[in-house]
Each structure stands twice: as structure tokens, then as C-alpha cells.
């Protein structure tokens, strides 16, 4: 929907309201100059205008249409890019290698960055708060936390007032992290969302959480 000037409506926090089509997502794909190099939603928030939980729902949607791959990079950051199958007269590397066994191994591809590429949507600060913040579990189940956490993060940072029940209803179902009941999520998740830069935790529960930026 458009305003009388022709041009989006922005809603109170500047960012543009109203449906961004899966082709529009596309389109950042398609205007890359490096066509190999893959993004983030934090990029394709910046090219639309639009929030990064919007960016992740598009993206997604996109991946579920085979349209976009995507993979985890780091215990919190994912990346997508657009799949190029290999054409059939492509030897695989395994039978390249074979014939020539001296030759070097193949570079990973520009699409796939290796896990050691710590490509992240937060700022530095975050992400190291992020990494260090006391949560339950090790090894995958931490690391799922750590990713709850990051998703609880990002919504106040799109809905910088929320109350407890709103993240039990917009991030708790997409990132249970293990958790058999939202309850438990939460007594885990909130005291270390406390503790993230700019966060600004209610004094009484069930009160409003606010984002002051940051």
C-alpha cells in the first residue's frame, strides 16, 4: 500500500510497513556485485527497509522454495546464497582426485563460507555477550540457547517495548531450544536478555521490556 506521494508508509520506528514480495528479496540477490558471495539477513534488512524478523521470514520462505541454500556459520549466524547445481559434464572431486592425487585439495566454494568465517547480524559487543551469556546445557543444546537468546534479542530490538508474553508468543515456538514448556524457557532465557547492551529490563515482572538502542 502505497501513501499519496507514491512511496511506502514507514511505521514509527522509520522502517517501511506494508508486504515485501519474495521477488523483492530476490532482487538483493540478483543486484550483488560478487554473484558468489552469500548474505545475511542483517544485509537484506539494509537493502529493504525492513525488520530483521521479516528479513528471516522471507529468507526462509525462499529456502523452504529451494530457491536459496543456506547454512549456519558460527554457533549464532546464518548465511544464505543462491544454489548453482553442477553441470553434469563436472567431474566430481573425489574421481578428480583420485587421478591425480598430488593435485591440492579444492578451495571451499565462494558460496559456502567456512565455520571459521564468524560472519554475525550483531555488532561485536553483542555477539561477545551473546557467547559468554549463563545459559544451561552444552555442546548443540547451548549453542540452540545461545541462538534463542540471539532471536529474543533481535524481536526487542523490532518491538523495542514487549512484555514477557509476547516473546512466549513470537520467539519461544521458533527457538525452544530444548525447553519442554515456555515457562522454562523463559526463567533461562530472560536474565541473560538482561544482560545484553541496551536492553532495558522491567523492574517488576511482568512489566515492559524496552530496547534503549545501542
Not at 76 to 96: D, F, L, N, Y
Request: proline share 9%; aromatic share 6%.
Amino acid at each position: 500500500m502505497e501513501d499519496e506521494a507514491g512511496t511506502r508508509p514507514r511505521n514509527e520506528h522509520g522502517q517501511y510497513v506494508g508486504r515485501i514480495s519474495l521477488d523483492a528479496v530476490l532482487a538483493v540477490f540478483d543486484d550483488r556485485e560478487d554473484a558468489a558471495r552469500p548474505l545475511t539477513a542483517a544485509d537484506v534488512m539494509e537493502e529493504l527497509d525492513c525488520s530483521r524478523r521479516t528479513a528471516h521470514n522471507k529468507l526462509n520462505e525462499l529456502e523452504e522454495r529451494d530457491d536459496l541454500a543456506t547454512r549456519k556459520v558460527g554457533a549464532r549466524s546464518r548465511v544464505w546464497w543462491v544454489p548453482i547445481p553442477a553441470s553434469p559434464e563436472q567431474e566430481p572431486a573425489t574421481t578428480q582426485q583420485a587421478a591425480n592425487p598430488q593435485s591440492e585439495s579444492p578451495a571451499t566454494p565462494a558460496s559456502e563460507p567456512t565455520d571459521s568465517e564468524q560472519v554475525s547480524d550483531h555488532p561485536p559487543a553483542v555477539s561477545n555477550a551473546i557467547e559468554a551469556a549463563d545459559l544451561p546445557g552444552s555442546g548443540p543444546m547451548l549453542d540452540s540457547r545461545r541462538e534463542a537468546l540471539s532471536a529474543a534479542y533481535d524481536y526487542l530490538t523490532d518491538h523495542p517495548e514487549a512484555k514477557k508474553a509476547d516473546f512466549l508468543r513470537d520467539v519461544y515456538h521458533d527457538y525452544p531450544a530444548g525447553f519442554e514448556s515456555a515457562e522454562g524457557w523463559w526463567n533461562a532465557i530472560q536474565p541473560a536478555l538482561k544482560q545484553l547492551p541496551g536492553v532495558d529490563p522491567p523492574e517488576e515482572r511482568g512489566h515492559i521490556w524496552h530496547f534503549l538502542g545501542g
